[in-house]
């Protein structure tokens, strides 16, 4: 049986759990598909072009999440869940979404949405410390109304500093598919499905208090986007045939990878031989190590489209992770070459050179490795790999230095303080891998001070 806790004790425990709620929640898992990003990418390249950011300032980062959801969280990034992609039947939905998202990162909400944030905490803060106050001086029931009313002034602020965002950021996206000529039926359809879902959920639209809310009502919401996007010219413009394609090819890809072979190839049965169904299948064949029926599945895309770099890269894959890497070379070495050294892909090559365990095979591996990091500076993937091509022909402080990358990326800060001040000690001084060291160095040590802080 529990006994009651006093009101002091409350407080002062209440306290405590907003301080630990403080805390950044754990890192999602982000899911690296080259094909998936540059999809992404194309996607909001045109709605980028209509704000006034310039081409490529803004990134498309892709969560292992199955959710249904999409957020900005500081810099120019737009986080897309997977279930997200899962849920739209088209690219003109993602787009939709894409548009709305952006419109944050113009208005600079995650920036605000701290600094209110923290506004808001601090009067939930002195609430709390008025509480206590009044509990120690034995008005304890007296003390418990101060913090209650604080947290929900404090709660009822930021809600409705969100809200005003949300509906904000809700016409900036019809603004910038406008301005990119797509047509804004896509974005009223997801927001259908997301009052559907809610619906189903048992949600009420019509009862739910919109106090208690971090976004306007659903339906409110399409009202509103109706009554602008439906008037504007981009309403009746056609759907881009190509991204609508490669939108159905990237969600078979995901199917295939995410879900259970049996799951997936109930899905997508051997009577459907459309593009996505064999790519789903590859992937679920892979999953359950039965490599010639996957290579079948790649055999069938391939005969297709010769020169697909998504279906090369998929069949030099399937090779390398079945064991096979030097039959991978020849498929992995034409997508890289197709795709100019994409990083993802010029990292899997790199890899199957590595794992060929032929030293003559090395050097390539050194330049592809090179390529993908210089390309894309956050592959620890590619790192490990090119550290393994150094420690191999006994280059100790580059070998070093790699691993301070991917340290570095993992938040091992001690250790990445280490292994690049080791590098830094014996690379040529001067240099471009000198002065990188010198970087990693900064940024592990600045790190390991503000946890010093935090602490």
């Given at each position: 049986?529990?006994?009651?806790?006093?009101?002091?004790?409350?407080?002062?425990?209440?306290?405590?759990?907003?301080?630990?709620?403080?805390?950044?929640?754990?890192?999602?898992?982000?899911?690296?598909?080259?094909?998936?990003?540059?999809?992404?990418?194309?996607?909001?390249?045109?709605?980028?072009?209509?704000?006034?950011?310039?081409?490529?300032?803004?990134?498309?980062?892709?969560?292992?999440?199955?959710?249904?959801?999409?957020?900005?969280?500081?810099?120019?990034?737009?986080?897309?869940?997977?279930?997200?992609?899962?849920?739209?039947?088209?690219?003109?939905?993602?787009?939709?979404?894409?548009?709305?998202?952006?419109?944050?990162?113009?208005?600079?909400?995650?920036?605000?949405?701290?600094?209110?944030?923290?506004?808001?905490?601090?009067?939930?803060?002195?609430?709390?410390?008025?509480?206590?106050?009044?509990?120690?001086?034995?008005?304890?029931?007296?003390?418990?109304?101060?913090?209650?009313?604080?947290?929900?002034?404090?709660?009822?602020?930021?809600?409705?500093?969100?809200?005003?965002?949300?509906?904000?950021?809700?016409?900036?996206?019809?603004?910038?598919?406008?301005?990119?000529?797509?047509?804004?039926?896509?974005?009223?359809?997801?927001?259908?499905?997301?009052?559907?879902?809610?619906?189903?959920?048992?949600?009420?639209?019509?009862?739910?208090?919109?106090?208690?809310?971090?976004?306007?009502?659903?339906?409110?919401?399409?009202?509103?986007?109706?009554?602008?996007?439906?008037?504007?010219?981009?309403?009746?413009?056609?759907?881009?045939?190509?991204?609508?394609?490669?939108?159905?090819?990237?969600?078979?890809?995901?199917?295939?990878?995410?879900?259970?072979?049996?799951?997936?190839?109930?899905?997508?049965?051997?009577?459907?031989?459309?593009?996505?169904?064999?790519?789903?299948?590859?992937?679920?064949?892979?999953?359950?190590?039965?490599?010639?029926?996957?290579?079948?599945?790649?055999?069938?895309?391939?005969?297709?489209?010769?020169?697909?770099?998504?279906?090369?890269?998929?069949?030099?894959?399937?090779?390398?992770?079945?064991?096979?890497?030097?039959?991978?070379?020849?498929?992995?070495?034409?997508?890289?070459?197709?795709?100019?050294?994409?990083?993802?892909?010029?990292?899997?090559?790199?890899?199957?050179?590595?794992?060929?365990?032929?030293?003559?095979?090395?050097?390539?591996?050194?330049?592809?490795?090179?390529?993908?990091?210089?390309?894309?500076?956050?592959?620890?993937?590619?790192?490990?790999?090119?550290?393994?091509?150094?420690?191999?022909?006994?280059?100790?402080?580059?070998?070093?230095?790699?691993?301070?990358?991917?340290?570095?990326?993992?938040?091992?800060?001690?250790?990445?303080?280490?292994?690049?001040?080791?590098?830094?000690?014996?690379?040529?001084?001067?240099?471009?891998?000198?002065?990188?060291?010198?970087?990693?160095a900064l940024e592990a040590r600045g790190e390991l001070e503000r946890m010093k802080k935090k602490r």
């Amino acid at each position: 049986m529990r006994g009651r806790t006093s009101p002091v004790a409350f407080a002062l425990g209440l306290l405590a759990s907003l301080v630990v709620a403080a805390q950044p929640v754990a890192a999602q898992s982000i899911l690296r598909d080259a094909e998936t990003e540059q999809l992404l990418q194309d996607m909001l390249g045109p709605l980028v072009e209509a704000s006034e950011l310039g081409p490529g300032q803004v990134e498309v980062v892709l969560i292992n999440d199955e959710s249904i959801n999409a957020f900005v969280a500081g810099g120019q990034a737009i986080y897309v869940h997977t279930g997200l992609l899962s849920a739209a039947d088209t690219a003109n939905e993602v787009q939709g979404v894409l548009a709305h998202e952006l419109g944050h990162i113009t208005a600079g909400h995650a920036v605000r949405a701290a600094e209110r944030s923290k506004a808001a905490n601090g009067i939930s803060i002195l609430s709390l410390l008025l509480g206590v106050g009044a509990a120690l001086a034995g008005a304890g029931e007296a003390g418990m109304g101060v913090i209650a009313a604080g947290q929900q002034a404090a709660m009822g602020s930021y809600l409705s500093f969100n809200r005003d965002q949300e509906a904000a950021t809700d016409l900036a996206g019809t603004r910038y598919l406008a301005g990119a000529g797509i047509s804004g039926k896509g974005m009223i359809a997801f927001f259908e499905k997301l009052r559907g879902n809610e619906i189903r959920a048992g949600y009420s639209q019509a009862d739910e208090s919109a106090y208690a809310r971090t976004h306007p009502l659903t339906g409110d919401r399409i009202q509103v986007l109706r009554g602008l996007v439906d008037k504007d010219a981009a309403w009746d413009a056609p759907p881009d045939a190509d991204l609508q394609e490669r939108f159905v090819r990237a969600k078979a890809k995901l199917y295939g990878y995410l879900n259970p072979p049996a799951r997936t190839l109930a899905e997508f049965p051997l009577t459907d031989q459309s593009v996505a169904a064999h790519y789903a299948r590859a992937y679920a064949y892979h999953k359950d190590a039965r490599v010639d029926l996957a290579l079948a599945e790649t055999d069938a895309l391939l005969a297709r489209e010769p020169d697909n770099p998504w279906f090369l890269e998929l069949k030099g894959q399937v090779l390398l992770e079945s064991g096979r890497p030097t039959d991978a070379l020849v498929p992995l070495r034409r997508a890289t070459e197709l795709t100019r050294a994409h990083p993802l892909i010029a990292g899997l090559l790199g890899h199957a050179l590595i794992a060929t365990e032929n030293p003559a095979n090395f050097p390539e591996a050194e330049t592809v490795l090179r390529a993908s990091v210089q390309k894309d500076r956050y592959n620890p993937f590619a790192w490990y790999q090119l550290g393994v091509v150094y420690e191999a022909r006994g280059d100790m402080p580059r070998a070093r230095l790699a691993s301070a990358e991917v340290q570095v990326m993992n938040r091992q800060y001690p250790q990445a303080l280490a292994s690049a001040q080791a590098a830094e000690a014996y690379l040529p001084y001067g240099s471009a891998d000198w002065i990188r060291a010198q970087d990693v160095a900064l940024e592990a040590r600045g790190e390991l001070e503000r946890m010093k802080k935090k602490r």
